[in-house]
Nanobody, 124 residues
Framework: QVQLVESGGGLVQAGGSLELSCVAS????????MGWFRQAPGKEREFVAA???????TLYSDSMKGRFTVARDHANTVLLQMNSLRPEDTAIYYC??????????????????WGQGTQVTVSS
């Protein structure tokens, strides 16, 4: 069982930046691809970004490309750097892990483990 804990959310003004962190409990975490998803009130959960097991391959949603950066940091941590934030980026951001799968995807059902989420609020 893998436990994922997100942190780093908060309130920021439009144009500002935040860095989210996801820490995993499993020692085998380093072999999993990791993803970030978000869900705004009244909307479906959507893909944000994902990174391969070794950090060498990344995938982004078109609306986040160029503003968000996903990276692996240390053996059990994944980061999401968010720049030029917009009010429409307001959502709960979730970290997810693909069990024993090394490659990133943008498909929710490909991810086995999920964190509890961290709230990001961008004011205009």
């Amino acid at each position: 069982q893998v436990q994922l804990v997100e942190s780093g959310g908060g309130l920021v003004q439009a144009g500002g930046s935040l860095e989210l962190s996801c820490v995993a409990s499993a020692r085998t975490f380093s072999t999993y691809a990791m993803g970030w998803f978000r869900q705004a009130p009244g909307k479906e959960r959507e893909f944000v970004a994902a990174v391969s097991w070794n950090g060498g391959n990344t995938l982004y949603s078109d609306s986040m490309k160029g503003r968000f950066t996903v990276a692996r940091d240390h053996a059990n941590t994944v980061l999401l750097q968010m720049n030029s934030l917009r009010p429409e980026d307001t959502a709960i951001y979730y970290c997810a892990a693909r069990h024993w799968r090394p490659d990133p995807t943008n498909i929710i059902s490909d991810y086995t483990y999920w964190g509890q989420g961290t709230q990001v609020t961008v004011s205009s």
